[in-house]
């Protein structure tokens, strides 16, 4: 199995197109797997009807079709927010009925850590029953801080204490959150703890932080992926063209969906270079 047949592309950098597009795209650039993404504030409005089990059939047809297969759903929420438990058992049901088995989220405001702490203890009794793992995310600003540096993560880790949670470590999050951190080191202290992965690389530029393609951004992703290739994670190019966040890390999405021209090329790109980046003559 090479590096690539672990690779799915999140569906957030194709805001604003349609899915069948989207995931014809995603076959056409030789990638066999998808994650689709249904995370608050940065994929447009969420309703209940997003997790019913009349769109994951909708969704299992489009991806039998194209000859797709999913690993992981991205549904980043708030885990302290007064329904997260209710609201997030669905999202695991969703995740079950469209054969997803880890459930990428980041986490909440660090001011409510002590909540989140609790509702992941049944939330995970929960993913336990159904065969799914959540894996929490890093945070790429402020709202999400109470997962912000990869010690951070694995000390949740240590107070929930269940096999259905583990991390899903992005380094391009890393950034934005804890610039002062090193996103390599992070990612070297995160990926035994990891049983999920997001690559997207970063540049900062004009007071805004946006999302290039792999190997053009200030990411070394020339140790990360080596790293990554070493283990058996499944893992997805995250990258939400569409958004920007500004300097105090703070998500905004653009008016008009990226051009399907800038996203493919984007991915296009990416994927190459995880290929490449992969291989023991390129190290």
Same mark, same amino acid.
């Given at each position: 199995?090479?590096?690539?047949?672990?690779?799915?592309?999140?569906?957030?950098?194709?805001?604003?197109?349609?899915?069948?597009?989207?995931?014809?795209?995603?076959?056409?650039?030789?990638?066999?797997?998808?994650?689709?993404?249904?995370?608050?504030?940065?994929?447009?409005?969420?309703?209940?009807?997003?997790?019913?089990?009349?769109?994951?059939?909708?969704?299992?047809?489009?991806?039998?079709?194209?000859?797709?297969?999913?690993?992981?759903?991205?549904?980043?929420?708030?885990?302290?927010?007064?329904?997260?438990?209710?609201?997030?058992?669905?999202? &695991? !049901?969703?995740?079950?009925?469209?054969? $997803?088995?880890?459930?990428? %989220?980041?986490?909440?405001? @660090?001011?409510?850590?002590?909540?989140?702490?609790?509702?992941?203890?049944?939330?995970?009794?929960?993913?336990?029953?159904?065969?799914r793992i959540i894996c929490i995310e890093n945070g790429g600003d402020h709202n999400f801080n109470a997962f912000a540096?990869?010690?951070?993560?694995?000390?949740?880790?240590?107070?929930?204490?269940?096999?259905?949670?583990?991390?899903?470590?992005?380094?391009?999050?890393?950034?934005?959150?804890?610039?002062?951190?090193?996103?390599?080191?992070?990612?070297?202290?995160?990926?035994?703890?990891?049983?999920?992965?997001?690559?997207?690389?970063?540049?900062?530029?004009?007071?805004?932080?946006?999302?290039?393609?792999?190997?053009?951004?200030? &990411? !070394?992703?020339?140790?990360?992926?080596? $790293?990554?290739?070493?283990? %058996?994670?499944?893992?997805? @190019?995250?990258?939400?063209?569409?958004?920007?966040?500004?300097?105090?890390?703070?998500?905004?999405?653009?008016?008009?969906?990226?051009?399907?021209?800038n996203i493919i090329h984007a991915l296009a790109q990416s994927v190459d270079y995880i290929t490449a980046a992969s291989?023991?003559?390129?190290r």
């Amino acid at each position: 199995m090479t590096i690539i047949d672990r690779l799915a592309i999140n569906t957030a950098i194709f805001d604003g197109h349609d899915l069948k597009t989207s995931l014809k795209t995603i076959k056409g650039l030789g990638v066999n797997k998808v994650e689709f993404a249904f995370n608050q504030g940065y994929v447009g409005q969420l309703d209940s009807d997003m997790f019913s089990a009349t769109h994951a059939g909708y969704l299992n047809n489009l991806m039998e079709k194209e000859g797709l297969t999913t690993d992981a759903l991205g549904c980043t929420m708030n885990l302290a927010s007064p329904n997260a438990i209710e609201e997030f058992m669905a999202r &695991i !049901d969703f995740a079950e009925q469209l054969g $997803a088995v880890y459930l990428n %989220t980041c986490t909440g405001p @660090i001011a409510d850590r002590h909540l989140i702490v609790q509702n992941l203890k049944v939330l995970t009794d929960y993913a336990q029953d159904k065969g799914r793992i959540i894996c929490i995310e890093n945070g790429g600003d402020h709202n999400f801080n109470a997962f912000a540096s990869a010690h951070d993560g694995v000390r949740i880790l240590s107070e929930v204490e269940s096999e259905a949670l583990a991390l899903n470590f992005d380094p391009g999050n890393s950034v934005s959150l804890v610039p002062n951190l090193s996103p390599g080191e992070e990612a070297k202290i995160a990926l035994p703890f990891c049983r999920h992965f997001h690559v997207k690389d970063v540049k900062v530029h004009d007071d805004r932080f946006t999302f290039p393609a792999l190997g053009q951004g200030i &990411i !070394d992703y020339n140790t990360i992926i080596p $790293a990554l290739a070493a283990r %058996t994670i499944p893992f997805s @190019i995250e990258k939400p063209l569409r958004m920007y966040r500004r300097k105090d890390s703070f998500p905004i999405r653009g008016r008009a969906p990226e051009t399907m021209d800038n996203i493919i090329h984007a991915l296009a790109q990416s994927v190459d270079y995880i290929t490449a980046a992969s291989q023991p003559t390129h190290r």
